[in-house]
C-alpha cells in the first residue's frame, strides 16, 4: 500500500486495484520459487481483497479518529463488550457501503486476526 488511495472510489475501481494486487502478488510469490498450483486456493477473492483493501483504509481512519471517538467508548454502538468489538463494526459499515461485497465480507469476518 504505498500509494495513497482516493475515497470514494466507484467499487468497479476497487475491483481493479485489487485484481492488481492479486496478480502482483501472483507474480512475487511465482518469482520466489512457489508452486501457484500450491497457492493460488489460498489467494483471497477480488471481492475478499477489496474488503481487504477497504478494512486497512478504515483502519487507518480508525487510528487517526480514536482520539476523538474515545469519548463515546462506552456507547452500546461502539462494540465494546462484544465478541468480535471494533471489527465487527468496521466489516459491517463496508458491507453496508458496498452490499455486493456482504457474502465476502461475512467470509472474512472469521479469518482476519483479531489482534489488529
Given at each position: 500500500m504505498a500509494e495513497s488511495?482516493?475515497?470514494g472510489?466507484?467499487?468497479?475501481?476497487?475491483?481493479a486495484e485489487a485484481a492488481e494486487e492479486i496478480a502482483m502478488l501472483v507474480e512475487h510469490r511465482s518469482r520466489m520459487g512457489d508452486d501457484p498450483w500450491e497457492f493460488m486456493p489460498m489467494l483471497?477473492?477480488?471481492?475478499?481483497?477489496?474488503?481487504?483493501?477497504?478494512?486497512e483504509e478504515s483502519l487507518e481512519m480508525d487510528g487517526a479518529l480514536s482520539q476523538r471517538a474515545s469519548r463515546w467508548a462506552?456507547?452500546?454502538?461502539?462494540?465494546?463488550?462484544?465478541?468480535?468489538?471494533?471489527?465487527?463494526?468496521?466489516?459491517?459499515?463496508?458491507?453496508?457501503?458496498h452490499p455486493e461485497?456482504?457474502?465476502?465480507?461475512?467470509?472474512?469476518?472469521?479469518?482476519?486476526?483479531?489482534?489488529?
Amino acid at each position: 500500500m504505498a500509494e495513497s488511495r482516493m475515497p470514494g472510489r466507484s467499487l468497479e475501481v476497487l475491483r481493479a486495484e485489487a485484481a492488481e494486487e492479486i496478480a502482483m502478488l501472483v507474480e512475487h510469490r511465482s518469482r520466489m520459487g512457489d508452486d501457484p498450483w500450491e497457492f493460488m486456493p489460498m489467494l483471497p477473492t477480488v471481492d475478499e481483497q477489496v474488503v481487504l483493501i477497504l478494512r486497512e483504509e478504515s483502519l487507518e481512519m480508525d487510528g487517526a479518529l480514536s482520539q476523538r471517538a474515545s469519548r463515546w467508548a462506552m456507547h452500546p454502538a461502539s462494540g465494546q463488550g462484544t465478541e468480535l468489538g471494533e471489527e465487527y463494526h468496521r466489516l459491517r459499515r463496508i458491507a453496508l457501503l458496498h452490499p455486493e461485497l456482504s457474502a465476502a465480507v461475512w467470509k472474512l469476518l472469521g479469518a482476519i486476526p483479531r489482534g489488529r
